[in-house]
């Protein structure tokens, strides 16, 4: 059974940090890409980072230079690290693969930024 949790959100204030993490569960890690989605109150579910299998990594524009995706494949885990958070980066982060014809989420986290 595949299982991915998601944890380390919060309440922070502008310009703070937060690292997310997600731990995987029922799947060989190491041979799928890994995403993380989020979604604003009102807003459609976006995809925010992903990491390939080989550590290749790729951005939203409204987050390039500021959050950073990395996945350590020995204890199953991808990290989101998010620097210089904005109200507007607000939401409930997804931990999401897609792995052998299944589409697979985790349950989210929520990030509140705000003074």
């Known amino acids: 059974q595949v299982q991915l949790v998601e944890s380390g959100g919060g309440l922070v204030q502008p310009g703070g940090s937060l690292r997310l993490s997600c731990a995987a569960s029922?799947?060989?890690?190491?041979?799928?890409?890994m995403h993380w989605y989020r979604q604003a109150p009102g807003k459609q579910r976006e995809l925010v980072a992903t990491?390939?299998?080989?550590?290749?990594?790729n951005y939203a524009d409204s987050v390039k230079g500021r959050f950073t995706i990395s996945r350590d494949n020995a204890k199953n885990m991808v990290y989101l690290q998010m620097n210089g958070l904005k109200p507007e980066d607000t939401a409930v982060y997804y931990c999401?693969?897609?792995?052998?014809?299944?589409?697979?989420w985790g349950q989210g986290t929520q990030v509140t930024v705000s003074s």
């Open positions: 990491i390939t299998t080989r550590g290749l990594t």
């Open positions: 029922g799947i060989i890690f190491s041979i799928t890409h």
């Open positions: 999401n693969t897609k792995y052998i014809g299944g589409d697979y």
